[in-house]
């Protein structure tokens, strides 16, 4: 039976597979993906990762394709999700359940995960039976560990964990770029986990691929100290070194990848304090560059008439440009309770409290150009 290993953190995720046209995130190509599986398990990596809806459904038969129907259950390691956004009744649980099953070719998971909780999705699963269901399937034997992935604020993550303590695990956006930020909460989602005692699972530990295309000059840190490490390497080590992280999960497309990833998590070593300055050089450097600004002091909501979400709106915006995904979920996030930016009324009341000076009403209209193309 295939175990988690101190040594070997690093997970396959089944979101970004390779395509044969890549218009169509469900023309996978089963070949590319039976190589990459092959090689990743040779290297003495288990761990995989996967959805109901990731490649529009085909993720999952992915799995089986390329893992399940070529190598002994005993071998890997497999987790899944309950597409919570999909449940509307609770004879709806039992129903996906069995669907990924049957989709997968298993008569288990090693991890099953509630899929995306925050605070309204908890509130309808909580009223839907979602964590009895959970239990259930564990004492069957048919999960050997429960848990939810999480997109919110760390005080939902609290509440939920603080309800429901026996959910063994949670998995977390957590990279470099997001510790301090105040839309994703990384650094204070993780003290959460922690502070409760949960293993952490980490998911988009490169943002999407966006910390692996960095520019010349915010790289030129990681350059500096090694010439060889790829970025992708320095984002994967700086969560993989975080005391409670038990897995990180990389979304790889291409055997190049998968082989450069398992060469130095393989023989992984923890970020030394001169890497750790590498990386806070590179967070500078790329805090430059946000089109934005804002240090998140929130003078500028003092007496806005129309209660609008401005420090908020601008930490979304700066993170939009580098993230591929959940900026829906994050606009849904930032914006609940306050008002659009599209109602500024153009008082400039935020502008007169502005300690950076900042244009506060022209990045307001910017932005909500950018959500009313990209998001709604």
């Known amino acids: 039976m295939a175990e988690l290993s101190p040594d070997r953190k690093l997970g396959f995720g089944f979101l970004r597979l390779p395509l044969i046209h890549e218009e169509d995130p469900s023309d996978i190509d089963y070949e590319k993906v039976g190589e990459m599986v092959d090689y990743f398990l040779s290297q003495g990596f288990c761990y995989f990762d996967t959805a109901y809806n990731y490649h529009k459904e085909f993720s999952e038969i992915a799995i089986r394709k390329a893992l399940v129907k070529r190598h002994p259950r005993e071998s890997f390691l497999l987790a899944d999700k309950m597409p919570t956004f999909l ?5 709806d649980f039992p129903a996906f359940f069995q669907e990924q099953q049957k989709r997968c070719g298993v008569e288990y998971f090693d991890f099953y995960l509630l899929h995306n909780l925050g605070k309204e999705r ?10 009895d269901f959970m239990k259930k399937v564990k004492a069957e034997g048919k999960a050997r560990e429960i848990g939810f992935s999480f997109h919110d604020t760390a005080e939902v993550l609290d509440q939920i964990l603080t309800e429901h303590p026996e959910m063994d695990f949670v998995q977390l956006q957590l990279n470099y770029i997001d510790w301090e930020s105040e839309s994703i909460q990384s650094r204070k989602c993780y003290e959460v986990a922690r502070k409760h005692g949960k293993p952490v699972t980490v998911m988009e530990p490169v943002k999407g691929g966006a910390l692996a295309r960095l520019s010349a000059e915010a790289e030129k840190p990681f350059r500096d100290f090694d010439p060889e490490a790829s970025n992708a390497s320095w984002a994967i080590r700086y969560v993989a070194s975080l005391e409670g992280v038990r897995m990180v999960l990389s979304g790889m497309s291409a055997l190049k990848q998968v082989k450069d990833n398992t060469r130095y998590m393989k023989d992984f070593r923890r970020l030394s304090a001169e890497e750790q300055s590498a990386v806070a050089s590179v967070v500078e450097i790329l805090k430059k560059s946000q089109a934005i600004q804002c240090t998140n002091c929130k003078y500028c909501m003092d007496g806005c008439p129309m209660n609008i979400n401005i420090p908020g709106y601008f930490a979304f915006y700066n993170s939009a440009g580098h993230q591929n995904n959940f ?4 606009y849904t996030r930032v914006s609940h309770g306050h008002g659009q930016p599209w109602e500024c009324i153009e008082c400039r009341s935020c502008e ?3 300690p950076q000076h900042l244009p506060i009403t022209d990045y307001l209209k910017t932005i909500s150009d950018y959500v009313k193309k990209n998001v709604l």
């Open 87 to 91: 449940v509307t009744k609770p004879e």
């Open 327 to 330: 900026i829906d979920m994050l």
């Open 352 to 354: 007169s409290h502005c």
């Open 122 to 131: 908890y509130a309808n699963m909580t009223r839907l039976g979602a964590f």
